[in-house]
Nanobody
Framework: QVRVMESGGGSVQTGGSLRLSCVASPVIDSCMGWFRQAPGKQREGVTAIYAGGQRTLYSNSVKGRFTISQDNGKNTVYLQMNNLKPEDSAMYYC????????????????????????WGQGTQVTVSS
């Protein structure tokens, strides 16, 4: 089973940028995703990427501001977050899964990630106004 570990969270002001990293061990899985959960709210899908990076998926709330990418040589998936807003504040989690996870997202929307099998411990992102 793939293990993942996130890093790169922090505090920024509205309009700022952050880049999160997710290192997968031993290798990037068939589907890698980023999820977030704010206090008192349900976990929500942010973005996902198919193995090889040929296809990406985004939630409507981050489309055009966030970009997911992967570096297979480093077994790392990145989440570049630009034009951050206070409502982006949350704990961000990296998740790994099979193609079924990305296919489910593609057909039914991001959901809460129940098809993903491995999760990191999370990294906090705080955006102040």
């Amino acid at each position: 089973q793939v293990r993942v570990m996130e890093s790169g969270g922090g505090s920024v002001q509205t309009g700022g940028s952050l880049r999160l990293s997710c290192v997968a061990s031993p290798v990037i899985d068939s589907c890698m995703g980023w999820f977030r959960q704010a206090p008192g709210k349900q976990r929500e899908g942010v973005t996902a990427i198919y193995a090889g990076g040929q296809r990406t998926l985004y939630s409507n709330s981050v489309k055009g501001r966030f970009t997911i990418s992967q570096d297979n040589g480093k077994n790392t998936v990145y989440l570049q977050m630009n034009n951050l807003k206070p409502e982006d504040s949350a704990m961000y989690y990296c998740a790994a899964g099979t193609l079924a996870a990305c296919n489910a997202w593609s057909s039914s929307g991001p959901g809460t990630g129940t098809r993903f099998e491995s999760w990191g411990q999370g990294t906090q992102v705080t955006v102040s106004s």
